[in-house]
């Protein structure tokens, strides 16, 4: 968007929603984080060392569906 790339940046949006997507229809969830390769985001290991390994559930506080759904409105309008 910052290159006036509207083009660009609606492929990237695609494919991440998509992939977003993907893994809700999969896991039944929407995730703190995802797979950097589209892997199931229940095998990340974000602190090795403590009980709190994973990525949480339902958790949108780090996640940025909510911006990319509306930066994918905002190329669309």
Request: proline share 6%.
């Amino acid at each position: 968007m910052n290159y006036d790339r509207k083009d660009a940046a609606l492929k990237l949006l695609e494919r991440a929603l998509d992939a977003t997507a993907k893994v809700f229809d999969e896991t039944g969830t929407i995730w703190e984080f995802y797979h950097p390769l589209s892997g199931n985001p229940e095998l990340l290991q974000r602190k090795p060392h403590t009980d709190y390994n994973t990525p949480f559930k339902d958790y949108l506080g780090h996640n940025p569906v909510i911006a990319m759904a509306r930066l994918y409105e905002l190329i669309n309008d």
